[in-house]
């Protein structure tokens, strides 16, 4: 009797399984990684992007390795394609030519991104958007470099520092917390700003509440200053 199938043949669009499409200029290596290597486990076909295992030759093996080089070719971008499509290679070889590809020049790509982190600016972002953005470009920095991973509370910092004038209240809130909170805890007072801002209520009064503190936002936790200080936050403060 023939053995069953391999369940990876079973695969017809691997875009249900891995979501993302894997491009240069999205900083999305680690979790689209991250999305591939769970399927590949969930699937039993890791060792086809694992170099720690030794490789059958078999017809059957070979097979299964095109169908998840087919994975890989279909969840990233036209221009990744272009640069590892090559005739004959394997799953592996082609999974090591795209992690080459998002780690070279790394000490030129940690110094820009950490530049970006420095000078990052809320702009027309909303909260979520920003501290998002914010927190994709450490977990690069990190993935580059471990040594260069930015301190939570540096995270906080240059959060505050690009927020849009709008947010200068909470800003000051946060920035005299002592100790200041962390990443998820500021996202968090400037999701709530961000709320309250954008209630019926506070749009039919006009500009005069625009820049009022939300009481549940003045009442965060001990150790924080109500001092005035409308001055922009030293954007080099850290």
């Known amino acids: 009797m023939a053995a069953p199938p391999h369940k990876a043949f079973g695969i017809t669009n691997i875009k249900t399984y891995v979501p993302l499409v894997l491009d240069l200029d999205r900083l999305n290596y ?7 290597t769970t399927h590949c486990v969930g699937f039993d076909v890791i060792d086809h992007i694992d170099d ?21 070719y279909g ?9 590892v499509l090559k005739k004959d290679s394997t799953a592996l070889q082609v999974w090591n030519n795209l992690e080459t590809l998002f780690h070279d020049n790394k000490e030129a790509k940690s110094m820009q991104i950490d530049n970006e982190l420095r000078n990052i600016v809320m702009g027309d972002l909303t909260v979520t958007a920003y ?24 995270l906080v910092i240059y959060t505050i520092n690009g927020l849009s004038s709008k ?8 920035r005299y917390r002592s100790p200041l909170p962390t990443f998820v805890e500021t996202r968090s007072m400037l999701l709530m700003e961000e709320h309250r801002m954008s209630s019926p209520r506070l749009v039919s009064t006009g500009n005069s509440t625009e820049n009022s503190s939300s009481p549940v936002i ?11 200080n409308n001055r922009r936050p030293d954007r080099r403060q850290q």
Do not use: Y
């Not at 947010?167 to 809130?173: L, R, T, Y």
């Open 75 to 83: 969840s990233i971008s036209q221009s990744l394609l272009h640069m």
């Open 52 to 72: 720690s295992t030794p490789k059958p030759t078999d017809a059957e093996w070979k097979k299964v390795d095109s169908i998840v080089k087919l994975w890989i």
């Open 167 to 174: 947010f200068d209240s909470v800003a000051n809130i946060i």
């Open 131 to 154: 501290c998002t953005k914010i927190k994709a470009l450490a977990d690069l920095l990190a993935n580059l470099d471990p040594n260069s991973a930015i301190p939570d509370k540096h």
């Open 218 to 228: 003045l009442n965060t936790g001990n150790g924080s200053s109500n001092r005035p």
């Open 30 to 36: 680690d979790a689209w990684r991250e999305l591939f």
